[in-house]
């Protein structure tokens, strides 16, 4: 019973604190109307109440909102009410958690009607990051951030769990923990947030090679998921797992079936494909899988060429590098497949070694995949070192430790989103 009371006066805080909020849009909608404190406030309330409701200095009266709304002939229906936008904003939570994308797409059709606000804002954050959409929810974040400051701890956490979701579709996993470290003590905690920001433990630290921090998180949110039969959640977290036991060299441990790479979205399913693929005895049996419409497409026509030329398929090989060459320009790749095949067929270790150095290695970095950055390295150092260049591989391994190390550790600059 106390219990309960303790939520409810939790929760109308959270309708007073964006009550305190709305006088922004009351002063916008009053100058365009024409109308002066004074004016606005006749019969309703006092001059000084309205100046502070504007100036946010108090949480506006229910019933003095509905009248000054009826007197500047503001739609009630297409009015962002606290009570409302919380409420919203639980069923976002609850279908985002339930990855739910059907539910999501009518919750956030009903909020089209609404005027611009910040709970409004953070609803279609979470949308567009549910679905993929990465190019549309980082332009709302970079608008929300300017707003955080009016935000109470359950619409921050909230937002902080969407934020931090697309960090981690973006593959900045870096941002993903400072984020994810500076706001983890400051949760409004249910079931659903505490599953999905386990769900994003595991996975940050997963791909920052932080294995017993994520290792743990997965349990944690494997239970919280099988408890509510999220199985599009439970088959997603084990294909990241498979990916992990790649970076930890035990792959005796990968269990795969198409069932779990299926609950990817194209660009992580084709990048699960190049990752298994990597140091497999037989490739192809993941390599054919990939799709010519996402990302990563051209890196599995580069592991196929090695594949053949390793087979000595001489045809194969030919034809495969003749489709990188083609599709280069198309897809705006920034490694440029054709010519490092070129420079290994001719035996330019030199070339070969400086476009590792200079393209390769700055782009898994910026992926931030520090398997794919240990692999280039290790090839790069091979090379200085078999031209008795000792003191030059000794500085590359270093110099790619230490950006490994700057990954892994979390910046105290940082630690303050």
Known sequence: MKLGKELERRKKEI???????????????????????????????????????????????????????????????????????????????????????????????????????????????????????????????????????????????????????????????????????????????????????????????????????????????KNMYMEKGVMSKLFEMRAMLNLFYVYENQRDKIYHHDFLSNSLCLNQRNKYFVLLSIEEENPLIYLDKIQKEGQYYLDSLYLKCLFYKKQSNVNKYNSIKEEINQNYCLMDSEIDYYKLLSFEEKNEEFLYKEYLINQVMPYVTKLQNIYLMNLVNEKIVTILSSNKRYKDALANQQKTNKAIKRLKTLKKSKQEY
């Open 15 to 221: 309708f007073q604190f964006y009550y305190r909020g709305i006088g922004d849009s009351i002063r916008k909608k009053r100058i365009e109307c024409n109308l002066t404190q004074e004016l606005l406030a006749r019969g309703i309330c006092s001059n000084t109440y309205i100046s502070k409701i504007e100036n946010n200095a108090i949480a506006v009266n229910k019933e003095s909102l509905l009248l000054i709304m009826e007197r500047m002939n503001i739609s009630f229906q297409e009015t962002s009410f606290p009570e409302k936008m919380i409420e919203n904003m639980e069923k976002s939570i609850q279908y985002f958690y339930r990855d739910d994308k059907e539910a999501y797409k009518t919750l956030y059709d009903e909020c089209e009607k609404y005027e611009f606000g910040i709970l409004i804002q953070i609803i279609r954050l979470g949308y567009h990051t549910l679905i993929g959409n990465t190019d549309e929810a980082e332009m709302i974040n970079n608008e929300l951030i300017r707003y955080l400051n009016s935000l109470e701890d359950y619409g921050f956490t909230v937002y902080s769990l969407y934020a931090c979701w697309l960090y981690v579709s973006k593959e900045d996993y870096e941002t993903a923990r400072s984020l994810y470290e500076a706001v983890s003590q400051h949760f409004y905690m249910n079931d659903e947030i505490f599953g999905i920001y386990q769900f994003l433990k595991f996975q940050i630290y997963g791909n920052l090679h932080l294995f017993n921090v994520s290792r743990s998180a997965y349990e944690n949110a």
